[in-house]
């Protein structure tokens, strides 16, 4: 939010920075803060402790995003007016929460077990079905139905992606305790996950599910001769995190200072998006409180504030307004959205800090941001 503000501030408020000559600049680095974040998401997530919160969280995860991408698909159809193709890309690029923003709250307020789980999940397939859907609708292939090519778009780039970074995981197992002693072995990691970033989204794949199951992979595959110390594992994990939040704070500066304000016309349906996005976060938590049931009422209640937009959606919304013709309001519109549902996960994080160490049980896993 600061860092928003202050871009904002920079930027459109002052005129002190012409931020329209650095928008690929930022597209660029959005991105790479996603292939960090999400890798580290991926590294940190171990299958033992999430496999029993897994089938209720990716229910959750599913609901939760088909909600709000219905919302504000229809949002956009009948408030908006814009063509069935263009409201189905704005509810791409609106319908995940983002990990990015949740995850830092859930280790300030030392939150573990299930809930942690559950968010953690959410939003992490949040970010990965976001980038998918939009890619794909974004890149139809002429002369393919809307549908079909949707799922096709989706299907190729899933099963690319998965197969190819647990190949790449299992391979990169066995030789990276060569290269962890290494002054540069963190380093030597990081362009380990770029390259299978770029092989991937050359191969047709979506690059940054290959991202997390990369890192997933590394996680929950151990090899004989991958004898890397804790010492080490450290290190690696503090760079990357050193590294992700040097990223971030270029990439929301820009953000903040490249955005236009909302038009007016725009206003009216901007509030109903985030109306939207309130209900559907309301529905998805009551009707999946059967499936959730090591999660109480106190945390039901606790992951109901938290639904915040960030970095993806900027990212999905800078990439939509430069490659959809007609489409250049989206950015203005994901900066309000995102100014707006972090205010609400701020006000629900104070609400519901006493509740800090009722929420604290059982092992989980959580991401160093």
């Given at each position: ?51 029993r ?10 609901l ?13 159809l009948?408030?908006?007016?814009v ?36 968010l953690?999940?959410?939003a ?12 794909s ?24 992606a ?7 995981g ?34 047709g ?24 110390s ?14 992700s ?9 820009l ?6 304000l909302?038009?007016?016309?725009y ?62 309001f989206?950015?203005a ?9 972090n ?11 006493p ?12 991401t160093?941001?």
């Open positions: 939010m600061i860092l928003m503000i202050t871009g904002l501030v920079l930027g459109p408020l002052s005129g002190w920075i012409n931020a329209g000559q650095f928008r690929t600049f930022t597209q660029y680095l959005g991105t790479f803060a996603l292939i960090l974040i999400l890798f580290e998401a991926g590294s940190e997530l171990h299958l033992r402790d999430a496999l919160h897994f089938p209720a969280a990716v229910l959750f995860g599913l939760s995003y088909g909600l709000s991408f219905a919302a504000v698909s229809l949002v956009a009948w408030v908006m007016k063509p069935l193709h263009q409201a189905l890309i704005l509810g791409g690029v609106f319908g995940c929460t983002s990990s990015t923003m949740v995850i830092p709250v859930l280790q300030q307020l030392g939150i573990r077990g299930p809930v942690t789980v559950v953690i999940l959410e992490s397939l949040g970010d990965i079905i976001s980038v998918i859907s939009v890619g609708l974004v890149d139809i292939p002429r002369g393919d139905t809307l549908v079909t090519g949707l799922i096709t778009g989706f299907l190729v780039r899933t099963s690319v998965i197969i190819s970074a647990i190949v790449a299992i391979m990169w197992s066995s030789v990276r305790s060569r290269f962890a002693a290494d002054r540069f072995g963190s380093v030597l990691q990081v362009g380990g996950v770029l390259l299978v970033y770029a092989l991937v989204r050359t191969a794949g979506s690059g940054l599910l290959a991202v997390l199951a990369f890192g997933l992979t590394l996680a929950n595959v151990r090899n004989d001769a991958d004898e890397i804790a010492g080490h594992e450290q290190a690696i994990r503090v760079f990357h995190s050193d590294l939040f040097l990223v971030r704070s270029f990439f929301f500066v953000l903040g200072a490249s955005v236009e909302i038009e007016r016309p206003a009216i349906a901007t509030a109903l998006i985030v109306a939207g996005l309130v209900l559907a976060r309301v529905v998805s938590v009551y009707t999946t409180s059967w499936a959730l049931r090591d999660v109480g009422r106190p945390e039901r209640e606790f992951i109901l504030c938290l639904f915040p937009r960030g970095l993806v959606n900027a990212v999905l919304a800078i990439q939509v307004a430069g490659t959809e013709g007609g489409m250049p989206v950015p519109i994901a900066f309000t959205v995102i100014v707006v549902t205010l609400l996960m701020v006000l629900g994080a104070f609400r519901f800090r509740l800090e160490k009722g929420i604290k049980h059982g092992p989980v896993a959580t160093a941001t």
